[in-house]
């Protein structure tokens, strides 16, 4: 049973930090994608970056890049994204997910929409707020 867990969302201050998890289960990380995705109150969900299962890095978004990292630990079958430099503007749940079937190892193109996943954690909330 394919499973995802997000942990490490909190309250931080504007210009602090936060490090999320995503631990996986019931795949292999190594050879599926995975992506980050967040959403806003009132907005859609928003696809932040994917790592692809040789680790192959998409394009983050215009909103995040030089701001956040995404990275992986196999053997831990975990996924990391370190955010920094936070504004008021990246509250949100934040979600990791992963694909299903022939493209499964592959990060959609750009950042993807939310229909090229098929398998989604319960999300962490992200709040930045002074």
């Known amino acids: 049973q394919v499973q995802l867990v997000e942990s490490g969302g909190g309250l931080v201050q504007p210009g602090g930090s936060l490090r999320l998890s995503c631990a996986t289960s019931?795949?292999?990380?190594?050879?599926?994608?995975v992506g980050w995705y967040r959403q806003a109150p009132g907005k859609e969900r928003e696809g932040v970056v994917c790592?692809?299962?040789?680790?192959?890095?998409?394009t983050y978004s215009d909103s995040v890049k030089g701001r956040f990292t995404i990275s992986k630990d196999n053997s831990k079958r975990t996924v990391f994204l370190q955010m920094s430099s936070l504004t008021p503007e990246d509250t949100a749940v934040y979600y990791c997910a992963t694909r299903s079937g022939s493209y499964r190892t592959f990060c959609p193109e750009g950042t993807g929409s939310p229909g090229q996943y098929n398998y989604w954690g319960q999300g962490t909330q992200v709040t930045v707020s002074s």
């Open positions: 019931g795949f292999t990380l190594a050879s599926s994608a």
């Open positions: 790592i692809s299962g040789s680790g192959t890095i998409s």
